[in-house]
């Protein structure tokens, strides 16, 4: 089945450093990204959803600045969290659609973000 | 708006038992699709099922089984024979509107004791 890779799984940085967390399909193109958050115990809430070769669409509240997203190719999409904070610290999770309907889409395993 | 409750929040079954998960959904789209979804401790999300508005007939696989009344608004989820690895947060989901965004529930802890 298809397959959706997120790198890394971990990641620790000090408060201000910038972290890229990166989601791949590797064996199908992806259109449309779409970028969750998920606090300790609580539901996946939508950052935002990245078309490939267009800018994000950020959900209301989500800081597009804080939060940058790159999806320069129809199997790449990255998510640059800047200048980091402790608030930061959460779990991401990446899902990649093939096609233009939810039957296929496809999660990626999630990155564990812990700011110092 | 789309909206989906799961209103079990923690649920403790001991092994074999079987189990319901509930979950009530809203949305004015006529066309929609619904998912559950299953999250070990480990934090990845398991695709469990997808159902589209129009078919309504119950699905079983294994010892899982879903039960969908669009009367209600209901895409129930049942475990049957529950096992200890069945422990983790299951979550439903719907995808409709325009942007086919996915819209998740607040997600169940399922704990299954030995």
């Known amino acids: 089945g298809a397959v959706v890779s997120q790198h890394p799984s971990r990641v620790i940085c000090k408060s201000g450093t910038s972290v890229k967390i990166e989601c791949r399909s590797l064996?199908?193109?992806?259109?449309?990204m779409f970028w969750y958050r998920q606090f300790p115990k609580q539901s996946l809430m939508l950052m935002a959803t990245s078309n490939e070769g267009s800018k994000a669409t950020y959900e209301q509240g989500v800081e597009k600045d804080k939060f940058l997203i790159n999806h320069a190719s129809l199997t790449l999409s990255t998510l640059t969290v800047t200048s980091a904070h402790p608030e930061d610290s959460s779990f991401y999770i990446c899902s990649a659609r093939a096609g233009t309907v939810n039957e296929k889409l496809f999660f990626g395993s999630g990155t564990q973000l812990s700011v110092l | 708006a789309q909206k989906v409750t799961q209103a079990q929040t923690e649920i403790s079954v001991v092994e074999k038992e079987d189990v319901t998960l509930d979950c009530v959904y809203e949305t004015r789209d006529t066309t929609y699709y619904l998912f559950w979804y299953k999250q070990p401790p480990s934090g990845e999300l398991v695709f469990l099922i997808r159902r589209n508005s129009f078919d309504e007939q119950n699905e079983i696989s294994g010892r899982y089984s879903w039960n969908f009344q669009k009367s209600t608004s209901s895409f129930n989820f049942t475990i049957t024979a529950s096992q200890v690895v069945d422990s983790a947060v299951y979550f439903c989901?719907?995808?409709?509107?325009?942007?086919?965004?996915?819209?998740f529930g607040s997600g169940t802890q399922l704990t299954v004791l030995p």
């Open positions: 064996d199908f193109q992806a259109t449309t």
């Open positions: 989901a719907l995808a409709s509107g325009s942007a086919r965004q996915l819209t």
